[in-house]
């Protein structure tokens, strides 16, 4: 069964600070992994998807990474900012049918 | 494009009352997901689609019934509210499993007193 972590729970940085968010995951056989964005009380916004095939992904301020034989993924927010603080979910796609998601990571920037 | 759209945004439900909620999709997705999220909590699958007229149970099907009559439409049903279902709900959809994220909806929060 897939497991999936995402550590630290919660993260307090300055504005201006670059920061990476960590996803870790017990099984490498995916087909995919995304990560999303999470305001109090509102939806999930898809931030990023990467293909098992691909290393990383970019937009913006915004790059994760894959790394399959190590288990992880991770988030890097460049050059923060106060509207960056959110809950930061990975999820991740494999051939069982349907996705499994981390408990999140939830950032707080400090202006 | 409308995206997911999920109705009711709130609602307040007693003991044993019954409801359901709303899902649909205008992007033509096959896969079509609920999942509840407890305060502070990850999402959990309650119930999941690949395609019309064929549904399967995620991990927390219990109390919860769902259908797919139609691509677009994914209704969850619950019969006989109880406190435990208090939690904010969460409709998804993709074109694929293999290939393509997932776009999720706005939520609905449930309260059952």
């Known amino acids: 069964k897939q497991e999936v972590t995402q550590i630290p729970a919660a993260l307090s940085v300055p504005e201006g600070e670059n920061l990476v968010l960590n996803c870790s995951f017990t099984?490498?056989?995916?087909?995919?992994l995304q990560w999303f964005r999470q305001d109090p009380g509102k939806g999930l916004t898809s931030l990023l998807l990467i293909q098992s095939s691909q290393r990383e992904q970019t937009s913006g301020r915004l790059n994760a990474s894959l790394d399959k034989s190590s288990g992880r993924s991770t988030l890097y927010i460049a050059a923060s900012q106060p509207g960056d603080s959110a809950t930061y979910l990975c999820a991740l796609n494999t051939n069982a049918g349907k996705s499994t998601f981390g408990d999140g990571t939830t950032l707080t920037v400090k202006p | 494009n409308a995206g997911v759209t999920q109705t009711p945004k709130f609602r307040i439900l007693k003991i044993g009352q019954s409801m359901t909620l709303q899902c649909t999709q205008d992007?033509?997705?096959?896969?079509m997901y609920w999942y509840r999220q407890d305060p502070g909590m990850g999402l959990k699958l309650i119930y999941y689609s690949v395609g019309a007229g064929i549904t399967d149970k995620g991990e927390v099907p219990n109390g919860y019934n769902v259908s797919r009559s139609t691509t677009e439409d994914f209704p969850l049903r619950l019969e006989l509210a109880a406190p435990s279902q208090t939690s904010v709900y969460f409709c998804a959809s993709s074109y694929g499993h293999r290939y393509y994220g997932y776009t999720f909806g706005s939520g609905t929060r449930l309260t059952v007193v």
């Open positions: 992007m033509n997705h096959n896969y």
């Open positions: 099984d490498s056989a995916i087909y995919n």
